[in-house]
C-alpha cells in the first residue's frame, strides 16, 4: 500500500541528491542513506497490499496494514521536508536587483537555518526508516520477498468458478459474442493455426462465453483441452496440464528417471507429436502476461490441420502479442445492455419468486441497482443473488441501493466483486498505480479529457523521465497501457482514432475511492454530504461552493486540487494561498462561475499546473509571474482575452499556453525566452522576431497575418521548428506559401484557413502527414493528385469553398490509409466519384452542404468499413433520401450511423 508513496519519495531524493548537493552539505550523505534504505525497502512492498488482502489471520494482517502506514507516513514526511526546504529557497529568487545586497545576506541567513532544520528531521526520519523496516521480519516479508510474484494465494470465496457450470439457459446477453466466436472456431476455409483472445475488463464474462463457445465446437475437434492459467503458473505445470487434457501418458514417453534439465523440451516435443495431424481446441482461461504466449506457442504446434486456441484476458497486449506467430482475431467484450442487464437482473433475484419477473413496486431501486453495475455481469449477479435473499420490499431494495459503497466494502456476498476488480490494480507497476488513482479525483461519470489528464500527471512528477522521449509522450504511453489492461474506458477518439477523452466503470471507481483514503492518495469534499477527510491527504477534490471550511493550516499537505462547483465563493476573501503553499496542481475546470484569481497566487512557488479552463476569469493576477515552476496555464474558454508581458515573460518553464480559439495572445518582448512546447492561437503583431526563438514548439497556432513581410517572417520561423507536429494558420489575406523552404520533417497534422489557389511544391514532403485540413483556398486543379501522394494521411477535410472544381474523382489504390473524409460546403461540386478499392479503410464520410451534388454517390456501396455517414445534400424536395439512394446505402451493411443534417 505503500509502493506508490515510497517510490515518489525515492525518485524525489534522487533529484535533490544530483542538484541541490551544494545546498545540503553535511546532510548529503544522510539523505543518501535513506534513499538507499527505501530503495532496498520497495522489493517487499509490491505485493504487501495483496498479502493484507488475502492473509486470514486478522491480527497479522493488521500489522502487515500498520506496518505499511508507518512507511508511508515517513515517506510523505520526506515529501514535505523537501518541498518545504524548496519552497523557501525558491522565494528568496523573487525580489527586484535594488535590495541585491540585502537578499545576498538574508538568503545566507535563510539557507543556513532552512539547512539546520532539514538535517534535524532527516536524521529523525533516518532512524524511523531503520526501525520500520527492522519490523518488517514481523510480518513475514523476508519470506514473502523470495516468492514468485503473484503466488499468494487468496483465502476468499471466487465466485468466477461458478461461471464454468453455468448452463446455457442461465446465460443473458451474450448470444451474437457466443455465434461470432463459434464462427471464427470452426471455420474451415483457414486452416492455419488461429489464435482467438476475448478482451476485457475483470468481471465482464469472459470465462463464460468462452466456456459456453467451447461446449458447442468441441465436438468438432479431434482433442480439446481447458486449462485456468491465472496471474502465477510454471511452465511445465501449464505444458503437462495440457498433456493431462490431451490424455497423454507422460510415464510412457517420459520416464521419471529421463527428466532432468531438458525436461521442458521433452514436454514440448511429446505435445507437437501428438498433434501433428489432428484439429484441436485449447481454451487457455485468465491470462494476465505476454510472456505466456512465449511459453505455448511451440507446443501448439501450426499443422494446416485448422489448430484453434481461445485466450481470455483482461490485457490486450497479451492478444497482440500472439500476433507475433500467430493469426489472431481479437473480441472486445462490452459490458451487457441496459435491456440485458435488466433481464439478467430479474432472472437471479427473482428466479423463484414473481416468475421471474420484478414486481412493479420494486421497478424504481431495481433499476437504479443495475444501472449502478453498468452492465458488469459479475456485480449484476452477485447483487441480484443477495436481494434474492432478502425480503421483497422497498425498504429492504433502498438500503441496498443507498449504502452499495459500504455493502461493496464489507458485505461477505459482494466483497469478492471488489477483489476480483482490484486483481488488476494490483498487478499495476507502482508508476502506473499513482497514475491510475488519480482518476478518483474525478466525478463519477465524468468523461475525462486525456490531454487534461496527462499535463497534471506530468505535474504531480508521476511520469519517469526518459532521454529518448519527452514526459508528455511517456504519459500518452502510460494511459494507453491502462486501457490495453481493461482499467479504463475510452469515451472518445480523435478523428485519427486515438484516445481524447476517457473514464472508469462506477465499480473500479469505488474500489479506487477506498484505495485513495487507505493511502490518503486523495479525498473528494463536500460537506454537505458529511465528508471530511485525513490531514494527511495529499489531494482534493472540492464539490463545496466555498473553500473557507478547508483553508486550516492542518491541510496544508495538500498537492493537487481539482474543484467542480458552481457558485464557488470569490477565492479573493479566504487564506487560499496561504494554506495550500505546497499546491503543484489547481485545476478550477469544474467551477464555470470562478470569475477571479486570488491575488496573491504567486505565493504558489511549487505550481505546476494552473487550469481556469470555461470559467468567467477575464484577467490574470499580477502575482502569477512569481510562479516560476508552472509549466502548464490553461485558459481555454476563459474570458482572458490578453496576457501581458510582465505576466509571464519571467515563466521560464512554462510549456503548455493553451488560449481559447480566436481569442488569441500577442508577442511581445521577452517571449522567446520561453520554453514553449504549445502555443494556440498567436496573434502576429509587432514583436514577430520573438516567435523565431521558440524553436521547441511541438504545437502552433497562427492568426491575424496581415503584411507579406509578417508571412515571410513567420515562415522563416516555421523552417526553424524542427520538432513542430502541428501547425495551424489563420488569415484572410493571399499569402504565398512556397515562401516555406524547409517544412518540419514530423509535421503529423496541418490547416490552412487562406486566401489560396495552388498547393505548395512542399506539401509533398510531408511525408509523416496524417491529417490536413484546408478551408477557404478556392484551389483551382484537383488537389487528390496531390494528397494521394501523403502515404499516411488519416484525415482530409476540404471545407468552406476550399476547391473551385465540379469533380472530384477518388481512382482505384487511392487514400489507403485514410479513416476520415470531410466535403463541406464545397459549392461548385456536383459529381463524387469512388471506385471500387479507393479509400479501403475509410470509416467516417461527411458530405455536407455542396449544393450542386444532388444525389448520393453510387461509390459509397464499395466502402466496406465504412462505419458512419453524416449527409446534407438532400435539399431539393424532388430529390428525396428513398429509391436508389437508400438502395446504395442498404450495400453498406456495418453502417452504424446515419446524420441526415436536413
Aim: glycine residues 6%; aromatic residues 8%; contains cysteine.
Amino acid at each position: 500500500m505503500a509502493e506508490t508513496a515510497v517510490g515518489l519519495a525515492v525518485d524525489q531524493l534522487i533529484p535533490m541528491l544530483t542538484q541541490e548537493a551544494s545546498l545540503l552539505r553535511g546532510i548529503h550523505s544522510q539523505v543518501g542513506d535513506i534513499k538507499d534504505e527505501f530503495q532496498s525497502i520497495r522489493c517487499f512492498l509490491r505485493d504487501a497490499d495483496r498479502k493484507a488482502e488475502s492473509e486470514s489471520d486478522h491480527t497479522r494482517r493488521d500489522g502487515v496494514k500498520a506496518w505499511v502506514e508507518q512507511l508511508r507516513e515517513v515517506a510523505f514526511q520526506i515529501e514535505d521536508v523537501i518541498d518545504e526546504y524548496m519552497f523557501h529557497l525558491g522565494h528568496l529568487h523573487d525580489h527586484g536587483c535594488f535590495f541585491y545586497f540585502i537578499r545576498k545576506i538574508t538568503r545566507s541567513i535563510i539557507k543556513l537555518k532552512a539547512r539546520h532544520d532539514i538535517a534535524s528531521e532527516i536524521q529523525d526520519m533516518k532512524t524511523n526508516v531503520r526501525e520500520i523496516k527492522e519490523r518488517s521480519s514481523r510480518y513475514g516479508f523476508d519470506s514473502l520477498h523470495d516468492q514468485q510474484e503473484g503466488n499468494i494465494k487468496p483465502t476468499w470465496h471466487d465466485p468466477r468458478k461458478a461461471s464454468i457450470f453455468m448452463k446455457e439457459d442461465q446465460v443473458v446477453g451474450i448470444e451474437s459474442d457466443r455465434d461470432k466466436l463459434v464462427g471464427w472456431l470452426v471455420d474451415k476455409s483457414s486452416p492455419q493455426r488461429t489464435v482467438v483472445s476475448v478482451v476485457g475488463m475483470g468481471g465482464l464474462g469472459k470465462t463464460t462465453l468462452a466456456k459456453q463457445v467451447y461446449d458447442r465446437v468441441v465436438t468438432q475437434f479431434d482433442c480439446h483441452a481447458w486449462i485456468t492459467v491465472s496471474e502465477s503458473y510454471d511452465k511445465k505445470e501449464l505444458l503437462r496440464t495440457l498433456m493431462e487434457n490431451f490424455r497423454i501418458n507422460m510415464e510412457t514417453n517420459i520416464p521419471a528417471r529421463n527428466r532432468g534439465v531438458n525436461e521442458e523440451i521433452q514436454l514440448i516435443t511429446m505435445i507437437r507429436e501428438y498433434l501433428k495431424d489432428k484439429r484441436y481446441v485449447v481454451i487457455f482461461d485468465d491470462v494476465w502476461k505476454i510472456e505466456f504466449w512465449s511459453d505455448i506457442e511451440h507446443a501448439l504446434l501450426d499443422n494446416n490441420k485448422g489448430g484453434r486456441i481461445v485466450i481470455t484476458t483482461r490485457s490486450l497486449d497479451v492478444a497482440n502479442f500472439c500476433k507475433t506467430s500467430s493469426y489472431v482475431h481479437v473480441h472486445m467484450l462490452q459490458p451487457l445492455p441496459s435491456e440485458k442487464a435488466w433481464q439478467l437482473f430479474c432472472k437471479r433475484a427473482f428466479h423463484f419468486e414473481f416468475g421471474g419477473s420484478c414486481p412493479p413496486e420494486l421497478e424504481n431501486y431495481s433499476g437504479k441497482i443495475v444501472e449502478r453495475c453498468k452492465g458488469l455481469p459479475l456485480a449484476i449477479v452477485a447483487i441480484a443473488g443477495l436481494l434474492s435473499t432478502k425480503e421483497k420490499t422497498v425498504d429492504e431494495w433502498r438500503k441496498l441501493h443507498d449504502n452499495l459503497s459500504l455493502e461493496l466494502e464489507s458485505n461477505p456476498h459482494l466483497t469478492s466483486i471488489s477483489r476480483i476488480l482490484a486483481l488488476s490494480y494490483y498487478d499495476l507497476p507502482y508508476y502506473l498505480k499513482n497514475c491510475y488513482l488519480y482518476f478518483g479525483m474525478y466525478p463519477e461519470d465524468y468523461s475525462i479529457k486525456c490531454s487534461r489528464l496527462i499535463r497534471q500527471w506530468v505535474s504531480e512528477g508521476f511520469i519517469t523521465s526518459n532521454r529518448e522521449k519527452t514526459l508528455k509522450e511517456i504519459a500518452q504511453e502510460y494511459l494507453i497501457e491502462l486501457i490495453n489492461r481493461s482499467l479504463v474506458q475510452v469515451s472518445e477518439v480523435n478523428r485519427f482514432g486515438k484516445p481524447k477523452a476517457c473514464g472508469i466503470h462506477d465499480l473500479l471507481r469505488e474500489m479506487i475511492l477506498r484505495k485513495m483514503e487507505d493511502l490518503r492518495f486523495g479525498s473528494h469534499y463536500f460537506p454537505s454530504d458529511g465528508s471530511s477527510f485525513s490531514e494527511l491527504t495529499r489531494r482534493l477534490t472540492i464539490r463545496s461552493r466555498s473553500l473557507i471550511h478547508i483553508s486550516n493550516k492542518k491541510y496544508c499537505h495538500v498537492r493537487g486540487m481539482l474543484i467542480f462547483t458552481r457558485n464557488l465563493t470569490d477565492l479573493c476573501e479566504t487564506t487560499f494561498c496561504a494554506t495550500f503553499k505546497l499546491l503543484k496542481v489547481l485545476d478550477f475546470g469544474g467551477a464555470p462561475d470562478l470569475k477571479h484569481l486570488p491575488e496573491d497566487i504567486g505565493a504558489l512557488f511549487h505550481l505546476k499546473y494552473l487550469s481556469v479552463a470555461y470559467t468567467m476569469v477575464k484577467e490574470l493576477p499580477s502575482s502569477i509571474r512569481k510562479l516560476q515552476n508552472l509549466e502548464t496555464l490553461n485558459l481555454k474558454g476563459s474570458w482572458v482575452r490578453e496576457v501581458k508581458s510582465r505576466q509571464i515573460s519571467r515563466l521560464h518553464k512554462l510549456r503548455h499556453l493553451v488560449f481559447s480559439e480566436g481569442a488569441g495572445l500577442r508577442l511581445f518582448k521577452g517571449f522567446g525566452c520561453l520554453v514553449l512546447q504549445k502555443l494556440y492561437d498567436v496573434k502576429i503583431r509587432d514583436d514577430i522576431e520573438e516567435l523565431k526563438k521558440l524553436t521547441q514548439l511541438r504545437k502552433l497556432g497562427i492568426t491575424g497575418l496581415r503584411t507579406a513581410h509578417e508571412w515571410s517572417v513567420v515562415c522563416d520561423c516555421i523552417n526553424g521548428m524542427r520538432h513542430l507536429q502541428s501547425l495551424r494558420v489563420f488569415t484572410l489575406e493571399y499569402v504565398d506559401l512556397n515562401s516555406i523552404s524547409a517544412p518540419p520533417e514530423f509535421l503529423q497534422s496541418l490547416l490552412l484557413n487562406m486566401e489560396l489557389r495552388k498547393l505548395p511544391e512542399w506539401i509533398i514532403k510531408l511525408q509523416n502527414l496524417a491529417k490536413f485540413e484546408i478551408r477557404g483556398s478556392r484551389l483551382e486543379d484537383d488537389p487528390l493528385e496531390v494528397f494521394q501522394n501523403l502515404p499516411n494521411l488519416v484525415v482530409l477535410i476540404m471545407a468552406c469553398g476550399s476547391y473551385d472544381g465540379e469533380k472530384l474523382h477518388f481512382k482505384h489504390g487511392m487514400f489507403q490509409k485514410l479513416k476520415h473524409l470531410e466535403l463541406n460546403n464545397l459549392d461548385k461540386l456536383n459529381s463524387l466519384v469512388i471506385e471500387e478499392g479507393a479509400l479501403p479503410t475509410l470509416e467516417h464520410l461527411s458530405i455536407c452542404f455542396c449544393d450542386n451534388l444532388k444525389t448520393v454517390p453510387g461509390g459509397i456501396r464499395h466502402l466496406r468499413n465504412l462505419k458512419r455517414l453524416t449527409l446534407s445534400i438532400w435539399l431539393n424536395d424532388s430529390v428525396k433520401p428513398e429509391g436508389e439512394d437508400y438502395h446504395i446505402v442498404r450495400h453498406v451493411p456495418q453502417l452504424q450511423f446515419i446524420d441526415d443534417l436536413i
